[in-house]
């Protein structure tokens, strides 16, 4: 799919040319977007897939661009946007009467931030929910409390990020200083000269490859459950279920209440119907799935 993609190369000449190449990939119109999107779904044409892809590389560079904090080449954050981008364009049902770029966000962000996690330091990471939360939102939470320095927090500002995030105090530390640089593993880990390097001293605490795979099948599985169990909602309440539910960054009821121009508490039913749709349709998936296997 997309074979045709611009190649992105390392360095900030290498992404201005790259911003230069897909802004000539025009825009689709929503009637032809559906239409390309329908002779794909149903003929596998790949000449369809391709103009879908090309058409929002503009938005995988533009999330991909949020991902600059974490010291990793721009070039395989925006390749693996991409690859989120493909999955979507795969999955995408343009009878469910939304936007490519609506269901297609999440693909992005999802491969991202997974490539991230993975790649960003050799220092095991926690993968909890909690933990995956405070990683990808403390840099932003810290400009808004204008806590910029390095160094340690202070404990007023450890507190206040510990309950925006729902996480407790000493994560916030911990996470802080993780994010604060991987020191050199070249580095000596004493000024004398034979107490040797710190690289010395790590153990790998990595799941073997077997665990890693098995994580990732679930992790494919579980997408693929939510994914088709939100087939079940309509264009409003997806909206409002992803931008409460799925984001990053959620948005307030007021704000959703102005985009529908309905009140907040309408909002609210809303956002709880879905969910409860969601959760009832994923249940149903899995038994489903399971049946089988009981049978």
Known sequence: MAQNIPML?????????????IRKFPMLQPQEEYMLAKRYKEHEDPEAAERLVNSHLRLVAKIAMGYRGYGLPISEVV?????????????????????????????????????????????????????????????????????LDEGDLRPDQVAEIATRLGVSEDEVVSMNRRLGGDASLNAPVRAEADAGEWQDWLVDEGDSQETMLANQEELDHRRKLLSDAMDVLNERERRIFEAR????????????????????????????????KVQKAVRNSARALEAPAHA
Do not use: C, H
Not at 250 to 272: N, Y
């Open 9 to 21: 190369t390392a360095g900030e000449g290498g992404l201005s040319r790259y911003l230069d190449e």
């Open 79 to 147: 390749s693996e946007g991409n690859v989120g981008l493909m999955q979507a364009v795969k999955r995408f049902e343009p009878d469910k009467g939304f936007r490519l770029a609506t269901y297609a966000m999440w693909w992005i962000k999802a491969a991202i931030q997974e490539y991230i996690l993975r790649s960003w330091s050799l220092v095991k990471m926690g993968t909890t929910a909690n933990q995956k939360r405070l990683f990808f939102n403390l840099r932003r939470l810290k400009g808004k409390i204008q806590a």
């Open 245 to 276: 539910r799925l984001s990053e960054d959620p948005m307030t009821l007021e704000d959703l209440s102005g985009e529908f121009g309905v009140s907040r508490e309408r909002v609210r039913q809303i956002e709880v119907r879905a969910f409860e």
